[in-house]
């Protein structure tokens, strides 16, 4: 197994964590909390959410752990992991979604940032990225929120560079028109 | 709006940040959960899942291999059984017409095809008779005629007709008869039939 991409501190961790030392694995979550918590809810759109999402993310990195090769950083491997359950996420969604009325559709998308955000323009731009199709979300995510390139999204959700910069380029055009007002403010 | 401008505001957006405790309790629920899943299945090492598939359908398909196979050789036994070439219109119809009259018995063994024919033509002609004798494993068959003796898996038998179409077959230490099915005083396999549809 290649660990070129980690620390000794992280070494340390995964093999004791593969010894089924939770209290190690907890360290990682401790480490890496905030940025899969931050991701999961720029996918979501909820804190409760995002809250099972990550979870549901270290839990499953810690099942993984064994196939985690070391040829990336850990905190990429489990932004991948993020993702590919945060698209499911919004599968299941989705499907859901489907059978409920069209007036059941208008209310949930009326209250589909219900959380508290700090400000109208935070939680207006949430709402722009929960109206873009989850691909193009996740794309637009990783380039912005966590500085990924686009080779780097692309090695993440297993695809060409340019379906990511397609995907990119498509959610940006989005954006500009749900977003255009606020330039002007 | 530029690309850089977009970037700048969607960079403005801030997150509902939950409390500080929920960062302190976060990674001990992760904990909880993976202990208590831990306690619920043991945790399979990910480690032996692919090389576990890959021996699972392994498996798979040697068992399938072997069932296909045994399932074809078992057809293919049955098929040579059931199509013994003795048992073949054509077959036995051209090797007659080649001897008038001179054809005592076509004997199938473990060596092949015996022809036995009579110095003369003096064979009557008949509905042929189709024998088949196991003694074991020692399979023979022959196509005769009524009132020929034929050496059969070792056996010597007079293979006779009666005028209903029942067979008889008299061994040295044994009758074997078509209308009882069974041979008395010995435990060989013994098929017997008139090849009817050869009209000679």
């Not at chain 2, 401008?5 to 960062?23: C, G, H, M, N, T």
């Not at chain 2, 040697?62 to 070439?85: C, L, P, Q």
């Amino acid at each position: 197994m290649a660990r070129m991409a980690l620390s000794d501190d992280e070494l340390a961790c995964i093999q004791k964590s593969l010894a089924d030392d939770t209290e190690a694995f907890a360290a990682f979550v401790k480490q890496h909390q905030k940025m899969i918590h931050a991701l999961a809810f720029r996918m979501t759109g909820s804190l409760h959410d995002a809250e099972d999402l990550a979870q549901e993310t270290f839990i499953r990195a810690y099942r993984q752990l064994a196939s985690f090769r070391g040829d990336s950083k850990f905190s990429t491997w489990l932004c991948q992991i993020a993702v590919n359950l945060s698209l499911n996420w919004r599968k299941r969604e989705n499907r859901r979604g489907e059978i409920h009325s069209k007036w059941a559709e208008n209310a949930v998308a009326e209250n589909s940032v219900p959380e508290e955000f700090p400000d109208a323009l935070s939680r207006r731009i949430q709402a722009a990225l929960d109206r873009l199709p989850p691909k193009q979300r996740a794309a637009i995510v990783l380039t912005v929120y966590e500085n990924c390139s686009h080779a780097e999204v692309a090695k993440l959700m297993q695809c060409a560079e340019a379906t990511i910069s397609w995907r990119v380029f498509a959610a940006r055009q989005k954006l500009k028109r749900l977003l255009g007002g606020f330039h002007h403010e | 709006m530029n690309n850089s401008e977009l970037d700048s505001i969607l960079k403005k957006a801030r997150r509902p940040e939950p409390i500080e405790e929920f960062w302190e309790e976060f990674p001990k629920q992760v904990v909880r959960r993976l202990n208590r899943a831990r306690v619920e299945e043991p945790r399979l090492n990910t480690r032996w899942v692919p090389r576990l598939a890959w021996g699972m359908a392994i498996v798979v398909c040697i068992t399938a291999a072997f069932a296909i196979g045994h399932w074809r050789g078992r057809v293919d036994t049955e098929s040579v059984a059931s199509n013994d070439i003795l048992q073949n219109t054509k077959f036995v119809r051209e090797t007659l017409a080649l001897f008038p009259n001179q054809v005592r018995a076509i004997v199938r063994d473990q060596h092949g095809f015996n022809l036995d024919l009579a110095s003369t033509s003096d064979v009557p002609t008949s509905t042929p008779i189709y024998v088949s004798v196991c003694d074991g494993k020692n399979c023979s068959s022959c196509v005769t005629f009524s009132g020929q003796e034929v050496q059969v898996a070792g056996q010597k038998l007079t293979v006779l007709s009666d005028g209903l179409g029942g067979i008889i077959l008299m061994g040295d230490h044994f009758i074997w008869s078509s209308n009882r099915r069974v041979a008395m005083g010995n435990s060989l396999k013994i098929e017997a039939k008139n090849l009817s549809s050869i009209t000679l």
